[in-house]
């Protein structure tokens, strides 16, 4: 993600405090907001980083 917004870094900043917790984390929001591109972040700065990533489309099931 690219941006120096004060909403942007808010965001990315928020995203990696979730990512060293152990809880689940729902990402929600419209089609084509980067809910993927979020959910890819926590889990690169998350300790189960070495794992794999596994993005499911919720509407295609």
């Known amino acids: 993600m690219l941006g120096e917004s004060p909403e942007l870094l808010a ?7 979730l990512a060293t917790g152990d809880m689940p984390v729902l990402i929600h929001g419209d089609s084509g907001t980067g809910k993927e591109l979020a959910a890819r972040r926590v889990h690169q700065v998350s300790p189960r980083s070495g794992g794999a990533f596994v993005a499911l489309n919720c509407a295609a099931l």
Request: hydrophobic share 45%.
């Open 11 to 17: 965001a990315l900043d928020r995203l990696e405090r």
